[in-house]
Each structure stands twice: as structure tokens, then as C-alpha cells.
């Protein structure tokens, strides 16, 4: 506030126009599981602890390498396997209570919040993560615990609060069939589930084990995980998984039939019922394919696309954080201003990345009546369409026979 009384000159530095916005973190992969501590130093032991892992070596450091029965050291294998990504592992076997993996139990996956510490365990200790590290995972994996329907509910219970995907594997055994059928009432799978934030992958992978010597069955998701991480840093989270080559795989469980141009092969009858698969052609290797979560076919909304709804996670997500600096201004035209600006200059350097076709931020006075200002609350609109992938092209062919009338002509 000025002095009340100044004989000379004073400058008062007023900040105002557009601010810079950050664009989230996307190749962040969230892993859940057990993984064999007893044979980790001392030191770097962690139970029910978000662990941020960067590279090979803090893998093997924190959670050790493959073990019967683990599914941390392979899921990290699995995700460094496709060249990229950045993970936060919470470890719930505990020796101490667990003689096995097989003593844990879906609660300890779930977890909950202890009531005398407040400290969160299982999937909920990811809540935990902003504040640790700075962001969220935006996947999130809990190998072979996935094949339970609990789990795949709980798990789309945090994605909704951290705007993150969540990716599911079919039981090891399924068939095609069994995987198509279980998206209906009568399933008898984990695939019952028609939420945008959910992948439902299909069939389990084959991975040769260098320390076995022998070709051995792996989920599926831990690859898909990666390759998304993968393709985020490479082209950027607007850009779809699909048709992306799987590294580190010899095999799937399943072989399924795979033709572009075929709708009743299986790899499109899977994917009709938005199920992710692997396609395997000749000279093709093992590809991801699709483009579509657990929303569809119930949903034929935009947002079913995996890109999609991911690109929309990214535009709130980076906005919101990006606000604090104008939370709590005197509301003005000059911070309307600001904000709308703000936000429009992220949609255009958005718009120049390739990861929005089009989208504004306005300031619609007709939905901020003199009420809710007085109440210190400003509504904004944001519009905005991120690019659909091309998963459908189709040609027209017409034999004309018109052309025939080019014959002999000089």
C-alpha cells in the first residue's frame, strides 16, 4: 500500500499481461506390486513408498532383478525394454508380514490410510506423488494383480483423481472369446468396465528369460506402458500407441489373425470391442494395436481414443497448476485479461506442436453474473479438439470405363 505522506518520487512495479504455462510431465509410469527386497541393501529397502526410478541400475538398486513370484523387476525390464520413461514403484511385499507374494493380498494392492500416521499405502500412496516428486504418474500398472476386478475398479478410482490411465491385462488362459464375452454382463473376466481411463489389453507376451534360458509368459501392459512412455518423448502424448512396434517380445500367448483389410480378423474383432492387441503379420513384428480404451464401444464420445483423452488430461492438468499465480488477485479486467491470454498462448503453442487442431479460453460475462464475482469465483470456457488418430482410411475405386477412350491416342 503507498505511504500516506512522500515529498519525491516512488515507482510501483505492477505485474500483468500473459504468464508462461508448463506442460505437465506425461512419460511418468506409476508400478505396483511386490518385488524381492530381502535381496536389496539395507538401505535402499522401501515398502508401501513411492520410489522414483530413472534408469536400469536404480531399478536393480531399489527393487532387485527377476525373481519367481515378483512382478516389480520385470515390469521395469519390461518398460526400459522400450527405450524410455520414468517410473514410481510402491513395493506392498513386506518380509515381515509376507513369507511369500502369495501370503499378499488384494488389500494390500488397494491399500487405504493409516489412521494414527495418515500415511497412504497401495494404489492410494500414488495420491502422494505430486507433493514427493512433483507429478503424477500418468499410466499406472499393477502386473498380474490387475486380472482381479477389484483391483481394476480401485485402480480407476485413483486415475480419476490424478487424471492417469490406467492398463489392464486379461488373465493369463483367456481366449478370444472369453476376452470379447467379458466385456458383457456375463463375463466372467476383469474387462466389465466402460470408464475413458482404462485400457483393456489382450493376450499376455512371450519374453525370452536370459537367466532360465526359457521362453516365459509376461503381462502384457508392463510392454504397453512403456511404448506409450516411448512414444510420448519421441512424438509427443497427442500421438496414439497404436501400430507401434513391441520391443523385447518373441512371442504372445495367443496367436491371433491379423489383416488390415479383414474386419473379422481377430486383432479388429478385439479391438471392436475396445480391447488393445498385438498385431502380427508377416514381416511386421509384434505391434500394438489400438486405439480405443474401456469406453468404447459404449462410448462413441472423442474422448475414447486414447490420445484424446490423455491430450485433454494434459491441457486441464497443466491450466490448473499454472493458475496458482493469479489465485487470490483482486479480480479485474486486467486479470481476466491476463488469464485468458495466458491459456490462449498455451493453446497456440499447443496448436504448433501438433497437439491441438484448434481451441480458445474466453470470458463469457453472461456466466459470471455480479454475484459470483462478488463471491471471488471468475468462470472461464475453454474449447479445444485434439487430433483423432487415423484409424480408419478407406478408398473409393471406380473402374471407368471412359478411360479406355485414351487408347491410341497420340
Known sequence: MPASFLHGVETIEITKGARTIQTVKTAIIGIIGTAPIEDVEPEYQTINEPVLI????????????????????????AIFDQGAGIAIVINVFNPTVHE?????????????????????TGLKAFEDCYSLFGYYPKTIIAPTYCENASIVSEMNVICNKIRAIGIV?????????EAIAGRGTQGTINFNTSSERIILCYPHVKVYDTETETIKLQPYSQRLAGVIAAKDIEKGYHWSPSNTEIQGIVGV???????????????NTLNEAGIVTVFNSFGTGFRTWGNRSAAFPSSTFPTNFINVRRTADIL?????????QFIDYPIDNGLIDSICETVNQFIRTLIGRGALIDGKCTFNQDKNPTT???????????????????????????????LLKSLGAS
Open 372 to 402: 459470483e464475482l462478488a463471491n471471488g469465483h471468475l468462470l472461464f470456457d475453454i474449447e479445444f479438439m485434439p487430433p483423432t488418430p487415423a484409424e480408419r482410411i478407406t478408398f473409393e475405386s471406380f473402374i471407368d470405363i471412359e
Open 100 to 120: 511369500s507374494t502369495e501370503d499378499v493380498q488384494l488389500s494390500d494392492i488397494i491399500g487405504s490410510i493409516d489412521t494414527v500416521t495418515g500415511k497412504r
Open 169 to 177: 491385462d486379461a488373465p493369463v488362459g483367456t481366449t478370444v472369446q
Open 253 to 267: 500367448e495367443k496367436q491371433l489373425t491379423s489383416m488390415i483389410n479383414d474386419p473379422t480378423s481377430e486383432v
Open 54 to 77: 530413472l534408469n536400469e541400475t536404480d531399478a536393480i538398486k531399489y527393487f532387485g532383478k527377476s525373481k519367481s513370484g515378483y512382478t516389480i523387476p520385470d515390469a521395469l525390464d
Open 316 to 324: 486441464h492438468e497443466s491450466v490448473e497448476y499454472s493458475m496458482l
